[in-house]
C-alpha cells in the first residue's frame, strides 16, 4: 500500500498525485506519519499534506472516531489555527490537508533564542484566543507544544494538528481504570509510547499522564508548559526516562520561572504557576480568563508599570494607561473631569441654557477626538516600533502602512503584528488599517519608500541614508499622505 511504504521511508512520493493534490516536498516525518509540502490544483493554493500511519486508523473505531474529530476541527475558523482543508483516502491510506505555514516553530525560535518576554506573551494570547475559539466548538486540541505552534513570517502565531490527537489516545478500557496513581501512570506510560517519538511527554498533564477524562484546563496545562519553556529556555518538568517525566508532571512542583530566570517579573510567576496547578480545579477555568491575564500582563509590559511599586507610582500608572486608552488622550481624561465638574454645577444652577452650551462643547470636542483619532493612533504605533532596534522606518500611504525592517528577529514580527492589532482594535469606524512589514530592503528600494508623503518614521543611521530623519518629526507631512 502507498501509505505503508511511504511511512516506513521506502518511498520518495515528491512530484506524485494524491487525488488533485501535488507532492512538492518532503517536510517531516513523526510518530503519527509523513508530512510533505503539497498543492492544491483546483484552487492552486500551497498546503501542507499530512499522510497518517496505518496503525493509528488500523480499527473502524479510530476511523471513524478520527474522520468525526476532523471534521469538527476543518469547522474551526481563527486566525490563529491552522485550517484543515479536506480528508482523503488513497490506496488505503488516509491522509489530512491542512493550511501550509510559511514559517518556523515555537520550538525552534526558543532553540535559537529569538524570543523576548513581550513576544512570548504574545503568542501566548494568540494561541489562547484560539483555544477559546476552539473550546467554545467542544474542540479539545490534547497535544499541545512548542513544535505544534508555528510563527509566520508576518509575526502570527498558528496552532496546529486540531483534531488529530485523539488519534494518540488508546482504546477505551473494558474494565475500570486503576485506583492506585502510579500504576495507572506506569501503565499510560507503556499504552503511549508511541506517542513519545512526538516529544508530547513533557507537554501533558496530570490528568492526561494518568488516563483520565479530559477537559478544557488540561488544554491550557500544556500551554502553560509552553509559556514556561518560551521564558525560560527550558522545560518545568524533565526526567531520565519518559516514566521519570510524567511521575514529574503528576507530583512533583515545577521551579518557579523567576528562580530559574531572576530577571523576569513576579506577574508571570503568578500566570504560569497558575496554568501548572496539578489539580485542574485550581487552574485557570477557561482559555478566557488566561486570555485576560496575558493581555493585561501584555499592557503593563508594553507602558512600564508594576505591580510592586508604592500606592503613589502605582496611580501614576494607571493614569498613564487611562491617557492612553481614552479616545482623546490627556485631553480626554480633562473632558471627562470638566464633564463632571459642570455636571455638578449645572445641578446648583437655574439657567436653562447651561443644559445647552455643556452638551455642544462636548460634541464639537468628541467629533474632532473621533475625526482625528485614526490619526493618534498610527502616531503612537510608529512611536512604540521605534524603540525596536530593527524597525527602520514607517510610512503610511494611500491607506496601507508598510513597517520596513531589517535583520529584525522572530520577536520582532510577532511585537508588530501584535500592535498592528491592537491598533486596529481601537478604531471606532472605518476599515482596519491595511498592514505589511518589508524585510530587508535594498537601498534603492529603501530611499525610494521615505520618499513618499506619508513618512511617521524614519531611522537616521540607517548606513547610506540621507538626512530624512526629520520627516518623522515633522506632524504635518508625516499624516500628509493619508486619506
Not at 508599570?305 to 494607571?318: G, H, M, N, V, Y
Not at 492612553?324 to 449645572?346: E, N, R, T
Not at 472605518?430 to 505589511?436: I, L, M, S, T, Y
Request: hydrophobic fraction near 40%; charge should be positive.
Amino acid at each position: 500500500m502507498l501509505c505503508v511504504k511511504d511511512i516506513s521511508g521506502s518511498t520518495d512520493l515528491t512530484g506524485t498525485d494524491l487525488k488533485h493534490y501535488r507532492i512538492e516536498a518532503f517536510i517531516g516525518q513523526g510518530g503519527m506519519g509523513v508530512v510533505y509540502r503539497g498543492r492544491d490544483t483546483r484552487l492552486n493554493r500551497p498546503v501542507a499534506i499530512k499522510l497518517l500511519s496505518p496503525a493509528l486508523v488500523a480499527s473502524a473505531e479510530r476511523r471513524n472516531r478520527f474522520v468525526q474529530e476532523a471534521r469538527a476541527a476543518a469547522a474551526l475558523s481563527h486566525p490563529a489555527i491552522a485550517q484543515v482543508y479536506d480528508i482523503d483516502e488513497v490506496d488505503g491510506c488516509l491522509f489530512i490537508v491542512m493550511e501550509y505555514i510559511d514559517g518556523r516553530s515555537v520550538g525552534r525560535l526558543i532553540a535559537d533564542r529569538e524570543l523576548d518576554l513581550l513576544s512570548s506573551v504574545e503568542i501566548a494570547f494568540q494561541v489562547v484566543e484560539g483555544l477559546e475559539k476552539a473550546h467554545e466548538a467542544g474542540i479539545l486540541h490534547r497535544d499541545i507544544k512548542s513544535d505544534n505552534i508555528m510563527v509566520t513570517r508576518d509575526g502570527r502565531a498558528k496552532l496546529l494538528d486540531f483534531g488529530l490527537a485523539k488519534l494518540m489516545e488508546p482504546a477505551p478500557a473494558a474494565s475500570a481504570p486503576p485506583s492506585d496513581p502510579l500504576r495507572t501512570l506506569t501503565k499510560d506510560a507503556g499504552r503511549t509510547l508511541p506517542g513519545l517519538v512526538m516529544g508530547t511527554v513533557p507537554y501533558m498533564s496530570p490528568e492526561q499522564a494518568r488516563g483520565r477524562d479530559l477537559d478544557v484546563r488540561s488544554d491550557l496545562f500544556s500551554l502553560g508548559v509552553v509559556l514556561y519553556e518560551m521564558v525560560t529556555g527550558e522545560l518545568p518538568f524533565k526526567g531520565e526516562t519518559p516514566l521519570d517525566t510524567m511521575h514529574a508532571i503528576a507530583y512533583e512542583e515545577a521551579r518557579p520561572v523567576t528562580v530559574v530566570r531572576r530577571n523576569l517579573p513576579p506577574q508571570v510567576h503568578r500566570i504560569v504557576s497558575r496554568c501548572l496547578r496539578k489539580r485542574p480545579e485550581d487552574r485557570y477555568p477557561d482559555a478566557e480568563t488566561l486570555a485576560s491575564d496575558l493581555k493585561r500582563f501584555k499592557l503593563d509590559l508594553e507602558s512600564g508599570s508594576r505591580t510592586d511599586l508604592r500606592p503613589i507610582e502605582r496611580l501614576q500608572a494607571w493614569f498613564d494607561r487611562m491617557i492612553s486608552s481614552v479616545p482623546l488622550g490627556a485631553k480626554g481624561v480633562w473632558i471627562v473631569a470638566g464633564v463632571v465638574v459642570l455636571a455638578v454645577l449645572l445641578l446648583f444652577t437655574s439657567f436653562n441654557w447651561g443644559s445647552l452650551i455643556a452638551p455642544a462643547v462636548i460634541g464639537v470636542f468628541l467629533y474632532r477626538g473621533i475625526r482625528n483619532r485614526k490619526k493618534r493612533l498610527l502616531a503612537d504605533f510608529a512611536k512604540k516600533v521605534s524603540r525596536m532596534p530593527s524597525v527602520e522606518a514607517v510610512i503610511f500611504h494611500d491607506g496601507k502602512m508598510t513597517t520596513v525592517v531589517k535583520d529584525a528577529p522572530a520577536s520582532a514580527f510577532v511585537r508588530i503584528t501584535g500592535l498592528i492589532e491592537e491598533m486596529n482594535g481601537k478604531l471606532f469606524f472605518g476599515k482596519p488599517v491595511a498592514a505589511e512589514i518589508a524585510s530587508d530592503l535594498p537601498a534603492e528600494e529603501f530611499q525610494a519608500l521615505i520618499r513618499r508623503l506619508g513618512v511617521l518614521y524614519v531611522r537616521t543611521e540607517r548606513p547610506g541614508e540621507p538626512p530624512a530623519g526629520k520627516q518623522g518629526k515633522n506632524k504635518d507631512h508625516s499624516f500628509s499622505g493619508m486619506k
